[in-house]
């Protein structure tokens, strides 16, 4: 399974960004999926996480401004970012907890993507 991020650029402050992520390979479904995010001398942390059933959370940070969403059938991932700051630049990375194969039997895997560049300046 192979995780792939895609949508960052340089953005100026106040403007959007949608940032999305595919799985592909042998994919039973998909349980629940997170951005995180690093910036530059700091620790990853977790930005927005939706569940299976399309439950939400999101770091008090990006609350009102982030919106994660999920197309299961595209096996795809979401993030909506509105009204960004110099404080959200980060590299971007997704996480998916998968079933699929395991030693030929199915069982839960986690995954990461490498991560794509979000940079909001003047």
């Known amino acids: 399974v192979q995780l792939q991020a895609s949508g960052g650029g340089l953005v100026q402050p106040g403007g959007s960004l949608r940032l999305s992520c595919a799985a592909s390979g042998i994919i039973f479904n998909i349980n629940a999926w997170a951005w995180y995010r690093q910036a530059p001398g700091k620790q990853r942390e977790l930005v927005a996480a939706i569940t299976s059933a399309g439950s939400t959370n999101y770091a008090d940070s990006v609350k009102g401004r982030f919106a994660i969403s999920r197309d299961n059938a595209k096996n795809t991932v979401y993030l909506q970012m509105n009204s960004l700051k110099p404080e959200d630049t980060a590299v971007y990375y997704c996480?998916?907890?998968?079933?699929?194969?395991?030693?030929?039997?199915?069982?839960?895997?986690?995954?990461w993507g490498k991560g794509t560049q979000v940079t909001v300046s003047s």
């Open positions: 996480n998916a907890d998968v079933r699929t194969v395991v030693a030929d039997n199915v069982g839960l895997m986690n995954y």
